[in-house]
């Protein structure tokens, strides 16, 4: 075909900046020329594709020999299909109360996935095994959802990071009372960042029976991937991603994104850049007289208190969220594409605002 230009044209501003969410960043350029390479021609669909069966080595570098990878579109849609793929039509997930698959993905676990979560209160969003066992119990009680697996964040929805020694004592537990465990690895880049480990160190080296794979948040245009450690851990991986509406039928431009990324360890450099961001971020706020710091800041999130007046008046010049509207909490999202002119903007304008 001969190439034309296009009719869109550009609807926002490049220039204008924010620190909502990770996700507003747009995608890494060596993720779009990937996706480019990987056009043109026909490849067979729904994975059987040269693409797909790259990711597939990739994947076995990064997480064993054992491992396979199965793209979805969504990291709500990773979290559920593998969950369903891994509980009985009675099972349970023990999760933190702030985990994600609690609060932020809409009851898709409770309602699309059919299990039941049952939540444990945490000081900084990690599980422990003396947590898990305020609920890991009644496996032989007909009115209870019966536990079958612990699932933990990497990093946890507050910016905390589970040590390997932390997830193998997890694992550890949970294996001892035949549950498995899920890893939420939607920003597992940054945990492996932050830890200074690859991210084998924290998942298959220490017992982690299948983890959702996080690709948009780390410069990825779209897509995630279920990623299988443990083939006993799951029953109909395939069927259960099709029937929960997440096979995409042209997997090659899921698969080329993960695959440049986990590659060539462009996934390592674009975390390790916005874990800078967000500690040059929480240094600046230190010195900011009014505005606490909440949770380490051990990944690419900080989390802070500051008077409501003075939240409402900055979102108008950056975007980002209250957390804790109640309670004054807000919190700021690094991305791969943070510069430090933006960092420094942000702190000139909170000590603007705190100053009137």
Not at 314 to 334: I, P
Request: charged residues 25%; negative net charge.
């Amino acid at each position: 075909m001969t190439a034309r230009q296009t009719d869109a044209r550009r609807r926002h501003d490049p220039a204008v900046r924010g620190f909502a969410s990770d996700n507003y960043a747009g995608a890494h350029p060596e993720v779009l020329a990937a996706i480019a390479l990987a056009n043109g021609g026909h490849q067979v669909a729904y994975g059987e594709d040269e693409y797909t069966e790259a990711l597939q080595r990739t994947v076995r570098s990064h997480f064993g020999q054992t491992a396979e990878a199965f793209p979805v579109f969504n990291g709500t849609g990773a979290n559920v299909v593998a969950l369903q793929a891994m509980t009985d039509r009675w099972g349970a997930v023990i999760c933190a109360d702030t985990a994600h698959i609690h609060v932020d993905e809409c009851g898709a676990p409770e309602r699309v996935g059919g299990l039941k979560l049952l939540t444990v209160p945490t000081e900084d969003g990690k599980l422990t095994p003396e947590l898990i066992d305020r609920e890991a119990y009644g496996w032989d009680d007909e009115h209870r959802a019966m536990p079958q697996i612990v699932s933990i964040a990497q990093n946890t929805e507050l910016g905390t990071v589970y040590t390997p020694d932390e997830v193998r004592a997890i694992c550890e537990h949970a294996h001892e009372r035949n549950m498995l465990v899920h890893m939420d690895g939607a920003r597992i880049a940054n945990a492996a960042a932050s830890l200074d480990v690859p991210m084998r160190a924290f998942t298959n080296a220490v017992g982690v029976d299948v983890l959702s794979l996080g690709g948009t948040k780390n410069g990825a245009l779209f897509g995630e991937a279920v990623v299988v450690v443990n083939p006993d851990a799951v029953r109909a991986m395939k069927h259960v991603r099709k029937m929960s509406m997440q096979l995409a039928s042209k997997m090659r431009f899921i698969s080329v994104q993960l695959e440049a990324l986990l590659t060539r360890d462009l996934w390592l450099r674009n975390a390790r850049h916005a874990n800078s961001m967000a500690q040059r971020l929480a240094a600046g706020v230190r010195e900011v007289d009014g505005v606490e710091i909440l949770y380490p800041v051990q990944a690419n999130a900080v989390f802070a208190r500051l008077p409501h007046d003075v939240t409402e008046r900055l979102q108008k010049r950056y975007r980002f969220y209250f957390w804790d509207e109640a309670a004054g909490d807000v919190r700021w999202m690094c991305s791969f594409d943070t510069t430090e002119e933006d960092v420094d903007g942000l702190l000139a304008a909170l000590r603007e605002e705190m100053g009137r």
